[in-house]
Every structure is written in C-alpha cells, then in structure tokens.
DNA sequence: ATCTTTGTTCGTTAATTTGCGAACAAAGGT
DNA sequence: ACCTTTGTTCGCAAATTAACGAACAAAGAT
C-alpha cells in the first residue's frame, strides 16, 4: 500500500465507461442507438418496463458518462450516442481485451 | 411500458460484466491479469493504496462476475482471468460496440 | 390564455456499494 | 504446540444507486 497514484487515468475512464454500461436498461439503450444512430426517449419508455422517471435518469446517467447525447427537438428530445466518446470507449475497451 | 421481456440475455451479460468493470481497482487488477496471465492478491495489496479487506472484496467481485478465478496455492492464492469468460466478455462488447 | 405532449426534477424508500479495522481461518515453518 | 504469513469474513458507517409517483417545466397547438 501506498500513496503514489498507481492507477491510469484511461483505467479510470474504463471504469466510468463500464459502470454507466453496468444496468440491462442502459445497455439496452445503447445498442439500440448503435444500430439506429438516434431515438426519442418516448420510443424507450413504451418499450421498457420502467416509469419514464426512473429511464430519465437512466438516461442522465449515460448521458454524465458521455456515451449519449441528446437534441431537444420539441416537444421531444432525440438521443443519439456521443460519437466521440463511443469510439474512444471501444477504443478503450479493445485495449483492455487486446484486439 | 409492459410486461414482456425487452432486454435480452446478453444484454445482462453485457450489464454484469460491466459492473464488475465498474471500478478503477478491478479495472486495474484485469488489465494486469490481461498482461501477465497471473499474479498474487499480495502483489496487488503492496502497490494499490487500499486495505487488504477491501482488495479482497474487488477480487471477490470479480469472481462472481465470472471474470477471474483464483487458484489456492497456499500460503498464497494464485488469481488468473477466467480466460473462457474473459473471451466471451470481449465478444459481448465486441458486438455492442460493433466490430 | 389554456391545453397537451414530452421529459425532467423532487422527495422518498429500499437496496447495494465502498471502505476500513478487527477478528478469524488455513496451512506451512520453528 | 505455537508463530507467521496470507487472505477472507464480520460488523459497521457513509455514500451511491434504483425505483416510483407526484409535481414541475418547456413549447407547440387550440
């Protein structure tokens, strides 16, 4: 044990990557908008067995993560991913796996 | 919102694994068992700063995740990736992430 | 000006997570 | 038998997460 910083900053950007993907809700989120670039969160709150309360703050929390982006487009709001931060994420993760 | 199964197995494949990736220590711990196929509990407790206990309970994490194993070797325990999980870990991200 | 639609925020509750030190367990060494 | 080493488990406290319904906010439609 000791005082030193031993941990990386891209092992830290992982690990807040991985944990916004750590819910079957928000994982669920993400490959739909990785196979159909966006989505108004209505369309996600029909279809998911949750309040539209709790998929917001799912969403919140995808969106702080910086995996997620959304539009306001009133009355509705389109999501799409964060391009950048997606790439760098799988980036990331490929790194971590080795190719 | 309804009552029928939205989210699919290996979504909460995806989710489980990435809980247990979740926090910067495991993400450390995998990316060394990534790199050099094993290594003792002690040699993580001598360089990261946290109690043993709780290095124990990361470790713990992760094998209930299926992401590790640990093999006794006494007075040590010999932890190693679970290398067939390992693999269908990156496969899962690999499809989420797409290729 | 009011209504409707769409989401977010608030307030609450329950469950889980993180972290520590102290106590315990296992097993080889003296 | 006892000591040492190595980890795990226990008990606890603090923080975070997940979930819901109710209340609120934004903005176009009537």
Redesign the pocket.
């Known amino acids: 044990m000791k005082e030193q910083e031993v941990i990386t900053e891209e092992q830290k950007k992982i690990a807040r990557f991985a ?1 916004a993907m ?2 079957p ?1 928000r994982v669920y989120v993400l490959e739909k908008l990785s196979k159909q670039s966006c989505c ?3 369309d996600l ?1 029909e279809i998911l067995p ?5 998929l ?6 995808l969106k702080s993560a910086g995996l997620i982006q ?1 539009e306001t487009e ?4 389109r999501y799409c991913l964060n391009q950048q931060n997606w790439d760098l994420a799988k980036k990331n993760f490929e790194n971590l796996f080795g190719e």
């Open positions: 944990k750590g819910h809700v108004y969160s209505g709150s949750i309040a539209k309360s709790t917001s703050q799912h969403l919140k929390e959304g009133p009355p509705k709001i």
